[in-house]
């Protein structure tokens, strides 16, 4: 009797906690008002401030960028240096379409841009995601650097060096032409694009699949031992994540008309993982808050010590990894707890 009567409230505390683990699982579902706010002020932006809808594109496709980055590191672990290399290839596939095959209608060439970049990375992680970290790192780098390499040896079909400067491209829906001195076209495509890829994500990182992303994040031996298939599920995150990379490099394409090496470069790998480093990754927002907080501060800088602008953008990394946490958004977390443990006191 003493023994059942001990059980009985262990129990109810087990059957308490499934019910509260399972709220919170049900809760992270659910659209929560500031969602909307992002978008809200993209909208702004366009009648706001005209004259920067040119920086205001780019800003929207490095947040693309970064977020199809941060499926694969900040959700499933994925260290990777080489991420430009489906940016590089959604930009290639749309460029190329155009100069050589005059298929140069900007929604379809979406479609195979991340078709391609989503083949190769499906390929490419088959095989890389046998390995893992610092061995990872290199290969993900490599297989960029061989992208790079054979762009640049292609010049029959890439441009080489010179790339593809004055593309031309169909008015968007028959109607709204590319712009390419005020950005009106460009701006509001990217933003829906984004708008659209983003629900994708987000509807990725709450199902079971982006579930098990993370299980396989924190403990992949647990997932190992539960009997999930761990490496298919690593290789599918990985080829979606390069297909919304190659939208990205595509919107790159379309909005600037020209495409070239610098896609497929260093630069471009390492600054959008300083864009997650800055706004926090595995945090679906961190994208927005990484990308603004990063161009604003490399445009600020550029235009005030042109030749040293690099010197403010590393102090200021420096400072965000040694204090912040997780990036801006990991900063606002932790005080947001410190105000609420105050509160309770």
Not at 147 to 171: H, I, Q, R, S
Request: with cysteine; net charge positive.
């Amino acid at each position: 009797m003493t023994a059942q009567r001990h059980a009985q409230p262990m129990s109810a505390g087990r059957n308490a906690l499934g019910l509260a683990a399972a709220t919170a699982l049900a809760e992270r579902h659910r659209i929560r008002w500031w969602e909307a706010l992002p978008w809200i002020a993209g909208i702004a932006v366009f009648f706001l401030f005209p004259n920067y809808l040119a920086f205001g594109t780019q800003v929207l496709i490095m947040i693309l960028f970064a977020l199809s980055l941060d499926l694969v590191l900040g959700y499933a672990g994925i260290i990777t240096l080489g991420h430009a290399a489906f940016f590089g290839a959604g930009a290639y596939t749309v460029g190329m379409l155009a100069q050589h095959w005059g298929w140069n209608e900007p929604l379809s060439g979406l479609v195979a841009a991340a078709a391609v970049a989503g083949a190769i990375g499906l390929a490419s992680g088959y095989v890389l995601l046998r390995t893992h970290g610092l061995t990872l790192l290199m290969l993900t780098l490599c297989t960029m650097a061989l992208l790079e390499e054979a762009a640049n040896m292609g010049a029959a079909y890439t441009g080489g060096f010179d790339g593809m400067p004055g593309l031309n491209f169909k008015p968007l829906l028959g109607r709204y032409a590319f712009d390419l001195l005020y950005f009106r076209s460009q701006y509001l495509y990217v933003l829906a694009v984004l708008f659209g890829c983003f629900l994708v994500v987000r509807a990725l990182v709450h199902s079971p699949f982006g579930q098990s992303l993370t299980g396989i994040r924190e403990n992949v031996l647990r997932m190992h031992a539960v009997g999930a298939p761990v490496r298919a599920r690593l290789v599918i995150a990985y080829a979606i994540s390069a297909a919304l990379a190659g939208v990205a490099g595509a919107l790159f394409t379309q909005s600037n008309a020209y495409v070239n090496l610098s896609v497929l470069g260093l630069d471009r790998a390492a600054g959008v993982l300083i864009v997650l480093i800055l706004g926090g990754y595995g945090r679906l927002y961190g994208a927005f808050v990484g990308a603004i907080a990063y161009m604003v501060l490399e445009h600020t800088l550029a235009k005030a010590y042109p030749t040293g602008w690099q010197l403010g953008v590393g102090l200021t990394l420096m400072a965000v990894a040694l204090y912040a946490g997780n990036g801006i958004l990991g900063l606002a977390a932790a005080l947001r707890r410190r105000i609420r443990a105050g509160r309770g006191r």
